[in-house]
């Protein structure tokens, strides 16, 4: 696959998230009620006006992996059973554009890795996807990929 891959510097984002530490295998499986509970949580329980805009995310803190599943928001809170306040780190990122089956994502991710390594650049470890809002007309929507880059080492 194919994707335009660009580095940019984002600064950290505060998210509402269940976090777990979990499989690749099972993961699939939790997502959805870890997103379920940090919907309920800002639609029937969360501090007013924390959630105005914010799209649905995904942090992969590691390989593990200890993920983070929830939606961006707009300041700290105190945590409600499950859901916590955290952020999307800051820094320097290799991002591209998902715009196919979310089912395929891990090529773009792959894309990412591979672009990244070509260019001389070291990955942090964690990544994070997040999901754009669907074109009304077909429901499909974009998904960002981002990548945590440490700095370039300078040349010897």
């Known amino acids: 696959m194919s994707a335009d891959v660009t580095v940019k510097t984002v600064e950290p984002v505060p998210t509402a998230v269940v976090a777990a530490t979990t499989t690749w295998a099972e993961f699939p499986k939790l ?12 639609r029937g329980g969360g501090p007013d006006g924390l959630w ?43 991002a591209a554009t ?6 395929e994502i891990g090529a773009t991710h792959e894309a990412v890795v ?16 997040i999901y754009h809002d669907p074109d009304p007309s077909t429901g499909d929507f974009d998904v960002e990929v981002c990548w945590l880059l440490l700095p370039l080492l300078p040349p010897e």
């Open 52 to 94: 105005k805009d914010g799209h649905n995310i995904m942090l992969y803190k590691d390989d593990v992996p200890n993920v983070e599943v929830g939606v961006e928001v707009d300041r700290l809170f105190d945590p409600v059973g499950q859901v916590v306040a955290s952020s999307l780190p800051g820094g320097l990122v290799a």
């Open 31 to 42: 997502w959805g009620p870890m997103l379920d509970q940090v919907w309920a949580f800002l």
């Open 98 to 103: 998902h715009g196919g089956p979310v089912t």
């Open 114 to 129: 591979e672009w990244s390594k070509a260019m001389g650049y070291r990955l942090a470890g964690p990544r994070w996807e």
